[in-house]
C-alpha cells in the first residue's frame, strides 16, 4: 500500500504529540513504529485508522485521502481495516468463534452460516480450532489474542492495524503471537506493527519509523536503523531496550 501523510498535526491540549508530520511511503507491505513511551505511536496508529481526527493535515491510503469531515465516510473507512490492541477486546461472553462472526454478521452483512464458515476456516488455519466454542476465559493469552488477529483478519481488511500485540503476554506466548503476524505478511497482509520487540521489528519490518518528541526522528529500514549512523535519540533508545535481550 501506499502510504502519504501531509503535514499531520494532533495535539492534546497544548502538547503537541505530531507536530506537521509528512511522510510517503510507496507500496509497502510491513511497517513498524518504535519508539519512547508517550512518543506518540499509538496517536498516530488511532489516526490511521480513523479513530482520531488531527488538528491539521491529511492522511492518503492508495492516493485515497481519509476524509476527517465525515463520520459516514470515517465510517466506511474502519470497516476496510482490521485492528488489534494490547489486551485483546474480546467479547467476554462469546465464545472464540462467535467473537469472530459477530462483526462479519453486524457490521458486515455477511449471513450467519457464511461467517460461521469463513470464521472455522481461519481457527483451522491458525491451529486454533480447537478453541472456537471456548470462552475468553478459557483461554490463554496467546490464544486470545490470536483469536483476536483471527477477528482483524475475517473480514479481510485492506491493512491491519496492531497497537503492541504482544506487550500484554507472557514472554512464553510472545512467540506464537509474533508468528502468526509474521504468518500473515508472508500471505501478503499489509501491517502496520507497533512494538516493542526489537528482534521482530528488525526481521518483519520493510520500513521503521521512529516516533517521538511530535514527530518521526528517524525513519529507514530496519538495516538502516539498527546499523546505520543515526539520530542520537535512537541510538540511546535501542542501547536502553536492547539492554536485556
Ligand atoms: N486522549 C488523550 N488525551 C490527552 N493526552 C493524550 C491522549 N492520548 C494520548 N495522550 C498523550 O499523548 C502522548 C502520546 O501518547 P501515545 O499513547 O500516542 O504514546 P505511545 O508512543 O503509544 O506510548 P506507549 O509506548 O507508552 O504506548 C502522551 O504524552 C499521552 O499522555
Ligand atoms: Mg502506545
Known amino acids: 500500500m501506499k502510504l502519504e501523510l501531509k503535514n499531520l498535526s494532533k495535539h492534546y491540549g497544548d502538547l503537541k504529540v505530531l507536530d506537521r508530520v509528512s511522510l510517503t511511503l510507496e507500496e509497502i507491505r510491513s511497517l513498524v513504529f518504535i519508539g519512547p513511551s508517550g512518543g506518540g505511536k499509538t496517536t498516530l496508529l488511532r489516526l490511521l ?5 488531527p488538528e491539521e493535515g491529511e ?3 492508495n492516493d485515497h485521502p481519509v476524509d476527517f469531515h465525515s463520520e459516514e465516510s470515517l465510517r466506511e473507512y474502519r470497516k476496510r481495516i482490521g485492528m488489534v490492541f494490547q489486551a485483546y477486546n474480546l467479547f467476554p461472553h462469546l465464545t472464540a468463534l462467535d467473537n469472530i462472526t459477530l462483526p ?3 457490521v458486515h452483512g455477511y449471513e450467519p452460516v457464511q461467517a460461521r464458515e469463513e470464521a472455522l476456516v481461519l481457527l483451522e488455519r491458525f491451529h486454533l480450532a480447537d ?7 478459557q483461554l490463554s493469552g496467546g490464544q486470545k489474542q490470536r483469536i483476536a488477529i483471527c477477528r482483524a483478519v475475517a473480514i479481510r481488511p485492506e491493512f491491519l492495524l ?11 506466548y510472545t512467540s506464537e503471537v509474533l508468528d502468526l503476524i509474521g504468518e500473515l505478511r508472508e500471505e501478503g497482509m499489509r501491517l502496520i506493527l507497533v512494538t516493542h520487540e526489537m528482534g521482530f521489528a528488525r526481521q518483519a519490518a520493510d520500513y521503521i519509523l521512529f516516533v517521538g518528541d511530535g514527530g518521526l526522528i528517524a525513519r529507514g529500514t530496519p538495516e538502516n536503523l539498527f546499523t546505520g549512523d543515526t539520530d542520537e535519540r535512537v541510538s540511546r ?9
Open 49 to 53: 485508522a480513523g479513530l482520531e481526527r
Open 162 to 172: 496492531l497497537d503492541e500485540p504482544t506487550s500484554a503476554l507472557d514472554p512464553e
Open 237 to 245: 533508545f535501542f542501547n536502553k531496550v536492547l539492554k536485556y535481550n
Open 131 to 137: 478453541q472456537a466454542f471456548k470462552k475468553p476465559a
Open 104 to 106: 462479519l454478521v453486524k
Open 59 to 61: 492522511i492518503l491510503v
